[in-house]
């Protein structure tokens, strides 16, 4: 239930907050005092388009805050905790905007967008008036509300269909995982027996492409390689060059090498140095003799290199991957090849299983035809207490059978509309596209005094409900009021002496200067200012006869 609003610079609500009782919260007030101001105020901090209009003059922001006070375990509460905040059965919304176009939305204190308020609102609240809140207006809601009446059978059901579908996800995770039906299989099979020739034709081995890149980069650079490997070669071969420089210091050191041994030392090095110079130069040579550059061979490995590349593209970062590959792709292939006649029995039972739900799906749609015939008949009688005497309703079923039923969801394969015609000569034409604001208040009235509580929803309000009513019926409306605000409270406009005689908490709105400015102030009235107001409401001279008769209109209520 919504416990606590509180207004700041809404249009000419300065700053109002406003305590509401559980059951039925009537407001009420002269013509343009701001009943609806109230109403935007709600509407916005349910989630309603924000408007600068709406912000007082002369002010920088409007703020809102609603508190709410449900269930733990309530479709609400487990909304918001959808949202990673936590909800212990309070749910506190707060909404500012400003004349900048800025604004914020906060739930038990933590930033949400728009469309993330919606979504707990819309299991908080549902606003009959010119409001973006009907819920009945929704044809998934109204499928809802029929299986709400169906009770435990259709919950059976349900269930039943929700078993089955979950078999049937684990047949198609099988049949996909064989190939799926014949002509999948066969495209499956083709596949891999084009994949398996193309990595075997291949002929690959570990290492191979690093040792292409090697022998690519050796061919790409044989005319350096050659120049470098020659030059090296000249300079330690040439006359006069580093072998014949060695030779010739080796002899300057021949006659002293006896005379002691560091001399002999020395003497030995060069004797060394001079082979090992000796042995590079014939090394370079030869390897200069080795080179040679094949344009064949070149081509070859460039071509290997984009084989390579494009077997590692399809089918894994390197070779090792790329066989390991083709090795999966030999068992899968060998699986596929046996799997015709395991195949053929997973077909054979999601057909089976398909059967089943479609037989549920009518057993379902059976139920609910069956309720909706009562269903509707009660809410036209109701409609026409409630002053729409020429009031039809029906709930249509789309017809399906086999070959289009819906056979994956659990709510069956119904698609239900509320048909509705408020005037005699019309034709019935959907809830959402004839209904007006008036019509629609009392709609959801005769709607609720039959459901007591179906759809979760812990807070209605009524916008103008009284729109042409009088006498037996505004009895019967406060009556109804009375007997649904014992399950879910009701905030209602109304300019009705029997609606307010009923309430359990009366609020006047009424205007008053302040400052030199028009501000709406909001009171909750006592038992004898409520006196008051049933008087001004008839339109009756304050009197001990008109107090009485107020007095027992109010206790007709209290019984």
């Known amino acids: ?18 305590e509401f009782d559980s059951r039925l919260n009537v407001l009420s007030g002269e013509t343009g005092s701001g009943k609806s101001v109230i109403l935007d105020s709600i509407n916005f901090v349910l989630g309603s388009k924000a408007d600068k209009s709406m912000i007082r003059f002369g002010e920088s922001q409007a703020h809102v805050r609603a508190e709410f006070e449900v269930d733990p375990e309530s479709p609400a509460a487990e909304a918001v905790r ?21 604004g914020s939305i906060k739930i038990n204190g933590c930033g949400v967008t728009a469309s993330m308020l919606k979504s707990v609102t819309s299991k908080l609240v549902d606003v009959h008036g010119q409001s973006e809140h009907f819920f009945l207006l929704s044809e998934s809601n109204q499928l809802k509300v029929l299986d709400g009446l169906c009770g435990k059978d259709v919950v059976k059901t349900k269930e039943e269909i929700g078993t089955l579908i979950a078999r049937k996800k684990l047949i198609a995770e099988d049949i996909k995982s064989l190939g799926g039906d014949e002509q999948e299989r066969a495209r499956q099979l083709d596949l891999l027996d084009y994949q398996i020739n193309e990595i075997s034709s291949a002929d690959i081995k570990p290492g191979e492409y690093e040792e292409l890149l090697k022998k690519r980069n050796i061919i790409n650079n044989t005319e350096k390689i050659l120049s470098s490997l020659g030059g090296a070669a000249q300079i330690l071969n040439a006359d006069g060059g580093c072998v014949d ?29 001079y082979s090992e ?6 090394s370079m040579t030869d390897l200069a003799d080795e080179i040679s550059f094949d344009e064949r061979e070149a081509q070859l490995v460039e071509e290997r290199l984009e ?10 970062a390197d070779e090792e991957s790329v066989l390991e590959f083709l090795d999966g792709a030999v068992k899968k292939r060998e699986a596929l090849s046996n799997s015709a006649e395991e195949l053929q029995k997973l077909n054979k039972e999601l057909e089976l299983t398909n059967d089943k739900i479609f037989s549920c799906c009518v057993k379902l749609s059976d139920a609910r035809k069956r309720i909706a ?27 399906f059978d086999r070959a289009n039923a819906n056979l994956n969801s659990t709510n069956g394969s119904d698609c239900i509309t509320f048909m509705f015609s408020a005037n005699k000569g019309e034709p019935l034409k959907p809830l959402s596209k004839v209904i007006s604001g008036g019509e629609m208040s009392r709609f959801m009235l005769a709607i609720k005094t039959q459901l007591k509580g179906i759809n979760s929803i812990s807070t209605y309000i009524f916008d103008e409900i009284d729109a042409g009513i009088s006498g037996m019926t505004a009895r019967t409306v ?82």
């Not at 420089?245 to 060069?270: C, G, K």
């Not at 077997?311 to 894994?316: E, H, T």
């Open 373 to 399: 015939k009562d269903f509707s008949g009660r809410v036209v009688d109701e409609l026409r207490s409630l002053n729409i005497p020429n009031a039809q309703f029906v709930v249509r079923f789309e017809p």
């Open 478 to 559: 406060a009556q109804k009021f009375v007997d649904i605000s014992r399950d879910t409270q009701i905030i209602a406009v109304s300019h009705l002496p029997q609606v307010c005689a009923a309430s359990h908490a009366q609020f006047l709105i009424y205007k008053t200067e302040q400052n030199g400015k028009t501000v709406t102030r909001v009171r909750r009235l006592s038992e004898e200012e409520k006196t008051d107001e049933i008087i001004r409401l008839t339109g009756s001279v304050d009197s001990p006869e008109a107090r009485e008769h107020a007095k027992q209109l109010i206790s007709q209520y209290k019984k």
């Open 307 to 316: 084989l390579l590349k494009g077997l590692f593209k399809k089918y894994g």
């Open 82 to 102: 959808e949202l990673d905040i936590e909800c212990d059965g309070q749910i506190i919304i707060t909404r500012t905007f400003s004349v900048e176009g800025r």
């Open 1 to 18: 239930m919504l416990s606590n609003l509180q207004i700041k610079n809404i249009a000419l609500i300065d700053s109002a907050e406003i």
């Open 277 to 282: 110079a000796q042995d590079i130069s014939e």
């Open 245 to 273: 420089m060695i030779s010739a210091a080796q002899r300057q050191l021949a006659p002293i090498s006896e005379l002691a041994p560091e001399y002999d030392s020395l003497y030995s090095r060069l004797e060394n140095l």
